[in-house]
C-alpha cells in the first residue's frame, strides 16, 4: 500500500506536467495525494473489514470509496467517478480505466493465495469498473503485487503480466512518443514495465514518472509492486507519510499494524 501511496505522491505534480527523464527531484513540497491515494485506502478500509465473503466486501468497498471520496473531493476523479460518488444508487458504469488498477494493491496483502488475490481483485473492479479490461487492470496490478510480496521473481511477474497485456516494448523505445493515456490497457503494462525495469523501489518509481502521461497513476502502480519486491527505505517513508492527510494516514496506519 505504501508504495501506490509513494508513487502516486512523487507522479503528482508531473501529470499535467510530464518529465521525460529520471533525473528529477523524488519529493518536492509541491507533492501531493491525490484521488489514487484516497481510492486506495478506501481499499484499504474496506480489506479491515473483511474479506471472506466477497459480496460483503464490495458492500463495503462502495460505501468507503464513497465516504471518502466525498470527504477529499477535487482531487483529480474523472467525471464518470464523480458521477458515481454522487449517485443516489452507484451501480457499475463499465469502464476500462486504470482507476480499478490504481486503488487495487491492499488486496494483495490480505490474500493467502494467488487465486484469491485475482477474486478479491475482480471484485474491487466491479463496483465502478465491470469492464473486462477494467477487471484485467486490476487483477494484472494485484496478482503482480501479491507475487512480489511472496518472494517470487522478475520472470514469475512478467509471466503474470504477460497473461493479461503484451510487454513488447521497452520504456527508452516507448518514452519520446508515449502520450496521456487513462485506459488499462494503455497504462498498466507500462507501469509494471516501470517496475520490472528498476533497480530499486525508487529508480521503478522514477522510471514510471520518465515516460510521460498519467504520471501519478502510473507510478502508483509501479510503486505498488516495487514496494512488495524491494520494500520502502525508510528515508523515503518518512519523508512521504506527511504529504498524506488525516484520514488516509490513519487508514494507512492501521492497515500496516494487521499486515
Excluded at 152 to 180: C, M, S, W
Aim: aromatic share 10%; charged share 20%.
Amino acid at each position: 500500500m505504501l508504495g501506490a501511496l509513494i508513487g502516486d505522491i512523487v507522479g503528482s505534480i508531473y501529470e499535467w506536467k510530464n518529465c521525460k527523464e529520471k533525473n528529477f527531484p523524488f519529493l518536492q513540497p509541491d507533492c501531493r495525494m491525490t484521488d489514487d491515494s484516497v481510492m486506495t485506502a478506501a481499499v484499504a478500509s474496506a480489506v479491515l473489514m473483511g474479506v471472506g465473503d466477497l459480496e460483503a466486501f464490495k458492500e463495503n468497498l462502495v460505501t468507503e470509496m464513497r465516504r471518502l471520496g466525498r470527504q477529499y473531493p477535487g482531487l483529480g476523479y474523472g467525471p464518470r467517478f464523480e458521477a458515481w460518488l454522487a449517485s443516489e444508487e452507484p451501480k457499475p458504469y463499465n469502464s476500462l480505466g486504470n482507476g480499478s488498477a490504481m486503488r487495487v494493491s491492499p488486496v494483495a496483502w490480505v490474500a493467502e493465495s494467488l487465486p484469491q488475490c485475482l477474486a478479491l481483485a475482480k471484485a474491487s473492479a466491479e463496483v465502478t469498473h465491470n469492464h473486462p479490461d477494467g477487471i484485467a487492470g486490476a487483477m494484472t496490478v494485484a496478482g503482480a503485487v501479491y507475487l512480489a510480496r511472496i518472494g517470487e521473481g522478475k520472470e514469475a511477474i512478467r509471466d503474470h503480466v504477460t497473461r493479461y497485456y503484451p510487454l513488447n516494448f521497452t520504456l527508452d523505445e516507448i518514452r519520446e512518443d508515449y502520450q496521456f493515456d487513462v485506459s488499462c490497457a494503455g497504462s498498466v503494462p507500462q507501469a509494471m514495465e516501470a517496475f520490472l525495469e528498476g533497480e530499486s523501489f525508487e529508480d521503478a518509481v522514477r522510471n514510471a514518472v520518465s515516460i510521460g502521461g498519467d504520471s501519478d497513476t502510473i507510478a502508483c502502480m509501479a510503486g505498488a509492486v516495487a514496494a512488495a519486491f524491494y520494500g520502502v527505505p525508510r528515508a523515503i517513508r518518512d519523508q512521504a507519510l506527511p504529504f498524506l492527510d488525516g484520514e488516509v494516514r490513519n487508514i494507512y496506519d492501521r492497515f500496516i499494524q494487521s499486515y
